[in-house]
Each structure stands twice: as C-alpha cells, then as structure tokens.
C-alpha cells in the first residue's frame, strides 16, 4: 500500500508552487507601514501647529511672575488679565472695527468678484484673455511696492482716517477673481444654455444658477478673505491714525509698546482676537477641504 501511494505521489507533475497554508506571507506589510509612518507624521505636525495656541491660552490666564524680597512669587491662575484688557483700553471699540471692515470687504469682494470671474469665464468680449492677464499679473507685485501710490490716491480722494479708506482698497484682489474663474470654467454649460433658452439673460442665470451653485468655494474665499482683513496691519497703520479708528491688530501692537513687560495683559489680548478665527475655521472647514479639492459638481 505503501510503495502505490509512493508511485502515485511520484507520477504528480511538480508546478513550482509551494503549498497553500491559508495566510499570504508580508502581505499588506508595507502599505499598513507607510500609512503608520504618514499618521505620526501628521500627529507630529498637528502636535507642533497646535502647540503655540495652547501656550498663548494658558498663558493668557496666568499672572507675572515676580521676584519680591529676593522670592520668586509664582504664577495664578485668574480672569483678571482679560478684565484688565477690557477695562483699561477700548479693545470692545477695535474688536468692532475689525470685524465691521473685514465683514463688509468679505461680502463686496465675493459679490464684485464672483461677477467679474463669471465675466472672464463665460462672456464672449474683445480682449477677455488680456483682461485676465492683467489681473492675474497682479499676483506678483508686492504690497510694499503699491503702498506708497495707494496712499497717495486715498489722500487725493479724501479717504485717510475714514471706513472708507480701510475697506475701498482692499476689496480688489486678484486671487480670488482667478479661483472663481477656474471654478467657473468647470462648471458645466449645459446648465447656463438651459436656462439661456427659457429665457434667462446672464444676470438671472449669474444669481439663480451660478451663484448656488458656488456655495463651497465662496464659503472658502470668505474664510480667507475674512481672515486676512482680520489680521490686516499694514494698510490700517498707514491710512489711520484715529483711535476710533484702530483695528484689534493695531490695538494689540500698541498695548504692547504700553505693557512691553507684562505679557498677561498682551496675551489675553491675543488670544480674545483669535477666538473668533478659531471659531470661523472650525465652521466652514469642510468648505475650505472641499475648495481645495476644487471638486465642482458631484
């Protein structure tokens, strides 16, 4: 019996492959690897982005510490800091301008250049193409360099020391013209020549089709428009010097030539100005992903 299941296991061809066990040696080894790798990395990234924040949180409710007959009194935990930047300068007035300037340019830029970049994008005029570029060049010049002749132009047109002066110059900018217009661009026109047939002229189909349907990346340009009008330091120190007037990133570099030392005070300041961006990034943070996507239609 033996020697015939010798015979039968020596007439077997040999194919080259080596028994099944049921598992798949090193499978799946190293992609689970590489994404264990990018999941620390991002933890580390995360980790050290949100360091800063939390060390100007906790610090803004801590007091000095101080040397007092040769001891070093340490630091408490207390709400007087942020009593204190209330109480001894008009910070409720800058948190106002900031938020009314950067609210006002947010909506007027989105609604001049969502029209401007349908503009570039779906009307058919002579010199469209140059138009875009001029724009577009636009990017590569530096602030420093315009804002000597901005200035000169708003002294001219009587807008130092006014609402006016801080919100008219800023409401141009050319990225956001060119983001709306590459979203446009992709949006399909069969849509447009629908309504276009129904009867729709180019303002109706621009408010009733175009526009809903730019949601996700208005919602983005608002954040970064928002923002970057929020931390606006430059122009503001330039075109102002009413106290009326003065911005919260203004505010909070003269509270600190007024309290270089105490930097409690300076902290909490901070820290109440960015309360209000952490807030506003939180909310619209899937339309930031999404804009960066640049998904369009689904």
Not at 24 to 46: E, F, I, K, M, Y
Not at 61 to 90: A, C, H, M, W
Not at 242 to 253: F, K, N, P, R
Request: with cysteine; hydrophobic share 55%; glycine share 4%.
């Amino acid at each position: 019996m033996a020697s015939d299941t010798h015979a039968v296991t020596a007439r077997r061809p040999h194919t080259g492959r080596r028994p099944h066990t049921g598992e798949r040696p090193h499978a799946g080894r190293r992609p689970r690897t590489g994404r264990a790798g990018l999941t620390a990395l991002a933890v580390v990234l995360s980790a050290v982005s949100v360091f800063p924040v939390l060390w100007m949180v906790v610090s803004a409710f801590k007091t000095r510490s101080t040397v007092t007959d040769g001891k070093l009194i340490p630091t408490e935990i207390t709400v007087q800091n942020f009593v204190y930047v209330f109480t001894e300068v008009p910070f409720a007035r800058y948190l106002w301008n900031s938020f009314f300037t950067s609210a006002v340019i947010t909506v007027a830029a989105l609604l001049f250049h969502s029209m401007a970049a349908y503009a570039l994008a779906r009307l058919r005029f002579p010199g469209r193409e140059k138009i875009f570029m001029a724009i577009f060049a636009t990017l590569l010049v530096t602030a420093p360099v315009v804002l000597i002749p901005l200035f000169l132009v708003a002294r001219e047109l009587h807008l130092l020391n006014s609402y006016a002066g801080l919100i008219i110059p800023a409401i141009f900018n050319a990225f956001g013209i060119f983001l709306l217009r590459q979203f446009y661009l992709g949006l399909p026109k069969e849509l447009e020549e629908a309504a276009i047939i129904d009867g729709c002229g180019h303002w109706r189909v621009y408010w009733n089709i175009v526009l809903p349907m730019s949601r996700p990346i208005l919602s983005a340009l608002a954040v970064f428009f928002f923002l970057a009008n929020w931390n606006a330091f430059v122009w503001p120190l330039v075109v102002t010097n009413d106290e009326a007037l003065t911005v919260v990133q203004l505010g909070i570099a003269s509270f600190q030539t007024q309290y270089s030392s105490n930097w409690n005070y300076i902290l909490a300041a901070a820290t109440v100005a960015a309360l209000p961006m952490l807030a506003l990034f939180f909310t619209f943070q899937r339309q930031i992903v999404e804009s960066i996507k640049t998904s369009g239609l689904k």
